[in-house]
């Protein structure tokens, strides 16, 4: 079974879900109306956070998955939650400043790669 996978995803969901919320709330405080994507830099940052979570979901989602089923669930959760921790924090740097995104961002891109790779290798493995 795979719960500390599927409790990482549901972690990851639920983070996307709040990151839409935000979106909504900053529309709200910013004034800018729907279906306006620019206007206010404060809504352009919190939307440009909600729309590269998106970006990345379809990369992180499988990998972890394809990690825990060829590798393991604990070590997949693991490197998931590191990836979920790199969203937090590129979510607050970013809220505050463009310019402070880059430590969250990288985070969870080193996470996101070794669970691709770590998949990738155990499944090319599994074919030689």
Not at 26 to 40: F, I, L
Not at 97 to 124: E, T
């Amino acid at each position: 079974m795979y719960h500390l996978t599927a409790l990482v995803t549901l972690l990851a969901i639920a983070f996307y879900f709040f990151t839409c919320i935000n979106v909504s709330r900053s529309r709200t405080k910013t004034g800018v109306r729907v279906p306006a994507m620019t206007g206010h830099p404060d809504f352009e940052r919190a939307f440009r956070i909600q729309m590269n979570t998106l970006e990345w979901l379809p990369i992180f989602l499988p990998a972890l998955w394809l990690f825990a089923i060829h590798i393991g669930d604990a070590v997949a959760a693991g490197i998931g939650a590191v990836w979920i921790i790199g969203r937090i924090v590129y979510f607050i740097g970013y809220s505050k400043a463009a310019a402070r995104r880059g430590p969250g961002f990288a985070i969870q891109g080193i996470a996101a790669i070794a669970l691709w790779a770590g998949a990738l290798g155990a499944v090319v493995l599994r074919l030689v």
